[in-house]
């Protein structure tokens, strides 16, 4: 049913693999699937993909999506296995100078096979959901392509 890529057989928790049929047609791979809730669609590689991915917020039943929802861009992919890092931008106000200056955060964030082709400089959105590891606390949810502009500017604003 799936891209065996771990040592451990991985499966779905819920699908049972083995039905035995007589004498009848093979049904179609199940797969289970759900939706986060907060107005974000259920890519369509969650529904007809074959990955298994315990810590995908679209497959799994063990991560649900709470708390703060952030946006940022992909700073460095590829280096950790289903882990980006984003970089989220602000302005800081300093009243001695009443002028405001950059600060940036770098944010460790799971990323679900469903999600193929993420470069850096994408747009992402992510949502809090319970600790992955010792710096992950967040899932990917929607990716946005880049947008090429002209001169290097505060992405921001």
């Known amino acids: ?35 986060v809730g907060l107005g974000f669609k259920t890519p369509r ?14 497959t799994s039943d063990k991560v649900s999506i709470r708390g703060r929802i952030l946006t940022g861009s992909v700073v460095s992919v590829g280096k950790m296995e289903r882990t980006i890092i984003i970089r989220r931008e602000y302005l800081h106000y300093i009243p001695k100078y009443n002028r405001y200056e950059k600060r940036h955060k770098n944010l460790a964030a799971h990323m679900s096979p469903c999600f193929i082709g993420v470069e850096v400089g994408d747009v992402v959105t992510v949502g809090q959901c319970r ?20 001169a290097k500017s505060f992405q921001k604003f």
């Open 1 to 35: 049913m799936a891209e065996q890529t771990q040592k451990a057989f991985q499966t779905q928790v819920g699908i049972f693999q083995n039905a035995k049929l007589l004498g009848k047609k093979k049904p179609s791979a199940k797969r289970w699937y759900k939706d």
């Open 45 to 58: 590689e969650a529904i007809e993909g074959h990955y298994i991915d315990k810590k995908c917020p679209f």
């Open 131 to 150: 600790p992955l590891s010792k710096t992950v606390r967040f899932n990917v949810l929607r990716v946005q392509k880049k947008v090429v502009k002209g």
